[in-house]
């Protein structure tokens, strides 16, 4: 048996210039991120160049309207994209998918004037975005954030910190959820500050066991002052907005996780096909066999729930109950095939001169992000028994 290179995923695109654009994707990560990805990685090296250049081609900006510099394409084909770029490499397909959820608030909430003045260059026109809702004490209880931010006259005044933001210290532009009113959810109201804010600092990026080449960082807001045009939505909207952002947002990192899987399946069949063991391959093997069939197994099953998820948003009907299943599904799965492909590599997956550690390292977090996976449980479980009884 020989050796068997990666084989390109089977997709079902629904128009010829899906395919195409799955082509551009494709092209771009084999030749501007894949080659440097463990490279950079180890070095901690951040690639902006590379969002610069999806930028330029019109890969920032997806699943927004036209009229407004965005790709006007359906969820279903931008989360195949965010797959594609995340099994080259994680830091750019979840900075791409972070950048979407920045966008998310001007975008789906945001006046015309807000939208025609600010998305053609959050879109395409080469920034870069962070969403800043997490905070040092207040990261699952979303709603008990204390960053303020107080009227003063026609400008807010900002005040507080956040936590764990992903691009945080080299966003160029931060959607901010703020308390404007009384504890609780209604008190929240959304805000859109630029990076070059007076009194606006980034910390020290947080030292991470995976996907060290994307900065994540607590963003400090001291006295930061916006004027009323950049508040988005109607004051005390903010954490609705957030909610409805983060459903779309679960569907992206579920998107990144099946990525990191498949870069994952594909290094274990390459490795396994090739190396030779009692005088044959060790995919002749029925033990390891087996265990390559349902990695790839879990993965299709993986696509398919997030795919199902996205064909829902893409038509207007609800759901938030099928992002929460596809972002817990695809980010166990990602967990359970990386910690599997490492296996089929012996020693050599325990070492960074394969792939298969990193992918294990950066698979972790997906758990963890946008919404713990224990947190898309509760939220699965209210869809089907409703609130809890307190």
């Avoid at 092209?27 to 930028?55: M, N, W």
């Avoid at 990261?139 to 945080?168: F, M, Q």
Wanted: glycine share 10%; charged share 20%.
């Amino acid at each position: 048996m020989l050796e068997r290179a990666p084989q390109p995923v089977e997709r079902q695109l629904p128009t010829d210039e899906a395919r195409d654009l799955i082509s551009l994707v494709r092209d771009i990560a084999q030749r501007e991120i894949a080659p440097k990805a463990a490279e950079e990685e180890d070095a901690g090296r951040f690639p902006r160049e590379v969002f610069t250049l999806l930028s330029g081609s019109g890969l920032l900006g997806l699943p927004y309207d036209s009229e407004c510099g965005g790709g006007e394409q359906p969820y279903e084909v931008y989360l195949q994209v965010l797959e594609e770029l995340s099994a080259a490499r994680l830091t750019v397909g979840l900075g791409v998918s972070v950048h979407t959820l920045a966008s998310y608030a001007v975008a789906a909430y945001g006046t015309k004037q807000q939208q025609v003045e600010h998305l053609p260059a959050m879109l395409g026109g080469g920034l870069l975005g962070a969403y800043c809702l997490s905070e040092p004490s207040s990261g699952s209880d979303a709603a008990s954030l204390r960053t303020k931010a107080v009227r003063d006259g026609d400008d807010w005044v900002i005040t507080g910190t956040k936590a764990w933001i992903t691009h945080g210290g080299i966003a160029d532009f931060y959607t901010v959820m703020a308390r404007t009113g009384a504890d609780g959810p209604r008190g929240i109201t959304a805000f859109l500050v630029p990076a070059d804010a007076e009194g606006l600092s980034a910390a020290a990026p947080e030292k991470k066991m995976g996907m060290k080449g994307s900065p994540t960082a607590q963003v400090n807001f001291d006295g930061v002052r916006v004027p009323d045009s950049r508040r988005i939505g109607e004051e005390g909207q903010g954490f609705a907005i957030a909610l409805s952002a983060l459903d779309s947002g679960r569907l992206g990192i579920a998107a990144c996780a099946i990525g990191v899987a498949q870069a994952a399946l594909d290094a274990a069949v390459e490795y396994a096909t090739g190396r030779q063991q009692f005088g044959r391959p060790i995919a002749d093997f029925q033990g390891l066999r087996f265990m390559l069939a349902d990695m790839a197994t879990q993965i299709e099953a993986g696509r398919a729930l997030y795919l199902s998820a996205a064909r829902l948003r893409d038509a207007g009907r609800p759901f938030a109950k099928q992002a929460a299943m596809a972002k817990l599904h695809c980010t166990d799965t990602a967990m359970k095939i990386t910690v599997d492909a490492v296996q089929v590599l012996g020693g050599y997956g325990y070492t960074a001169d394969f792939p298969a550690e990193r992918y294990l390292r950066e698979a972790k977090v997906l758990q963890i992000v946008e919404g713990t996976n224990q947190i898309q449980r509760m939220v699965i479980a209210r869809h089907l028994a409703g609130p809890e009884t307190r």
